[in-house]
């Protein structure tokens, strides 16, 4: 049974930084790409990042490039958000989401909000 467990959201000013972690169990963790998303109040969900099996290649949404980074630890099962200059517009619901022979497996989301 896949299970994401997302952690480290929060309520954070702007220009502050968090840092998330996805636990993942069910699978074998080092053989899949693993991605987060976000779902923004009155938005549709969308792709934050996304890091390859081993970890040496990652892609970003344009509006995050620069401020977060991807990353993931294979003795750990666990993959990482670090969010770096936090803006208003960056407050949603953080989920990791992992995509095995064509079905796509979510956590159930950390909240972030970045407000003064």
């Known amino acids: 049974q896949v299970t994401l467990v997302e952690s480290g959201g929060g309520l954070v000013q702007p220009g502050g930084s968090l840092r998330l972690s996805c636990l993942a169990s069910?699978?074998?963790?080092?053989?899949?790409?693993m991605t987060w998303y976000r779902q923004a109040p009155g938005k549709e969900r969308e792709l934050v990042a996304r890091?390859?099996?081993?970890?040496?290649?990652?892609d970003y949404a344009d509006s995050v490039k620069g401020r977060f980074t991807i990353s993931r630890d294979n003795t750990k099962n666990r993959v990482y958000l670090q969010m770096d200059s936090l803006e208003p517009e960056d407050t949603a619901v953080y989920y990791c989401?992992?995509?095995?022979?064509?079905?796509?497996?979510w956590g159930k989301g950390t909240l972030v909000t970045v407000s003064s």
């Open positions: 989401n992992v995509k095995r022979y064509g079905l796509e497996y």
């Open positions: 069910g699978f074998t963790f080092s053989s899949w790409a």
């Open positions: 890091v390859s099996t081993a970890g040496s290649s990652t």
